[in-house]
Structure formats: structure tokens, C-alpha cells
């Protein structure tokens, strides 16, 4: 069975650092791009970086750039999000998902910034 | 960078309906776009890829159209189960971007 499962959300105050992580399984990781989307509670869907297969290639939406990285093991199977300078904004459902299409989706890590 | 708008953001419809809805895109993004289907507390579900292409196990009264700026999400006889929120998503171009959404209600 394809699955990704997201872990490492939490409570984080302003200006603190987090990271997820996404374990892939049921398919071979390495020959796919991953991306990073979240969900603030109530809001829409927010696509927010891209990393590809090899991971020669990263691209981040304006609303994270600067302040989170992705980062991949092929070796491990696993995405990573390194989140830095988190702002109260930053409160949201962080899914990961595979390929640009985003056909295969984790059930989600909720992250909650809050002094 | 692109905008996708959704409509409409909520529509309400009966059990057996056939129900249409739309996005457009801000400039031309061939058929790089694809639909998903979220229920409450649950992770988007991919239905359609390349603007008409089923995902694996998606039942074929979900099709999908459209190419270029217009695109359209048909679902025929509503069942109880695909009463969800709805999301188109380009990814023609960086950063990726989602419509707002429609609520099937």
C-alpha cells in the first residue's frame, strides 16, 4: 500500500524552529518530487515548496521562503521540513504529498504556534 | 503568480444530482491541473490529474475537463459520500496554487 505519514508538529512559540518529517512506503521514494502543503484550521489549501527526486531542484512559495527548507534521505525514504522563525501564522495542518500532481496525500501533522 | 478561482465557493444539491464546477486560471496553464475532494478531519483525496485523467479507483462519475484557463469538475448522481469540500490546483507553474474551494452541500 502507497503511504506517507507525517510526524514532528506540535506547540511551538513565536520564533521557535520545527521540524516534520514525511516517511514514504508502498512505492520507491527516490524517483519521485515531494511537496510540503498546508491547511490553516478553516482556510484553504496552501502549496508550499517542492523538492525533486534527487534533489537537485527546491522551490518554495513567498510565504516560507527564507524561513523553512526541504530536505530528502532517499536512503531513508523521508521528506523533511525544517521550519525556522515560526510565526503565529504558521498555525496549520502540514500535509506532504507525491509528485506535482499531488496524487498521493499523508493524513496530516497539525503545527500550532502560540506564545 | 497564478490565481485559480473556484465556483462556485458553495453549492447545494440532492442525492441523484449532477453537479458542475468550475475553475479558472489567471493565464494559461495547458492541462496542468488537477481536482481533489476533502471531507472534514481527513487529508485531499486526488480524484483528477491532467485536467481529465482519473486517479486509480476514482469512480468514473467524477470527470473532469478543460484545458488552457477554464476547467470544470463534473460529478453525476450524488451519493451521500461525495458531500465534501472540492479543490482545484495548478502545477504548471512555481508556486503551485489552489483554488478556494467548493463546499457541496
Known amino acids: 500500500e502507497v503511504q506517507l505519514v507525517e510526524s514532528g508538529g506540535g506547540l511551538a512559540q513565536p520564533g521557535e524552529s520545527l521540524r516534520l518529517s514525511c516517511a514514504g512506503s508502498?512505492?520507491?521514494?527516490?524517483?519521485?518530487?515531494m511537496n510540503w502543503v498546508r491547511q490553516a484550521p478553516g482556510k484553504g489549501l496552501e502549496w508550499l515548496s517542492y523538492?525533486?527526486?534527487?534533489?537537485?531542484?527546491?522551490y518554495y512559495a513567498d510565504s516560507v521562503k527564507g524561513r523553512f527548507t526541504v530536505s530528502r534521505d532517499n536512503a531513508r525514504n523521508s521528506l523533511y521540513l525544517q521550519m525556522n522563525s515560526l510565526r503565529a501564522e504558521d498555525t496549520a495542518v502540514y500535509y506532504c504529498?507525491?509528485?506535482?500532481?499531488?496524487?498521493?496525500w499523508g493524513q496530516g501533522t497539525m503545527v500550532t504556534v502560540s506564545s | 503568480d497564478i490565481q485559480m478561482t473556484q465556483s462556485p465557493s458553495s453549492l447545494s444539491a440532492s442525492v441523484g444530482d449532477r453537479v458542475t464546477i468550475t475553475c479558472r486560471a489567471s493565464q494559461g496553464i495547458s492541462n496542468s491541473l488537477a481536482w481533489f475532494q476533502q471531507k472534514p478531519g481527513k487529508a485531499p483525496k486526488s480524484l483528477i490529474y491532467g485536467a481529465s485523467t482519473l486517479q486509480s479507483g476514482v469512480p468514473s462519475k467524477f470527470s473532469g475537463s478543460g484545458s488552457g484557463t477554464d476547467f470544470t469538475l463534473i460529478i453525476s448522481s450524488l451519493q451521500p459520500e461525495d458531500f465534501a469540500t472540492y479543490f482545484c490546483?495548478?502545477?504548471?507553474?512555481?508556486?503551485?496554487?489552489f483554488g478556494q474551494g467548493t463546499k457541496l452541500e
Open positions: 523538492i525533486s527526486d534527487g534533489s537537485s531542484n527546491m
Open positions: 504529498a507525491r509528485s506535482a500532481n499531488l496524487a498521493v
Open positions: 490546483q495548478q502545477y504548471n507553474t512555481y508556486p503551485y496554487t
Open positions: 508502498g512505492f520507491t521514494f527516490s524517483s519521485y518530487g
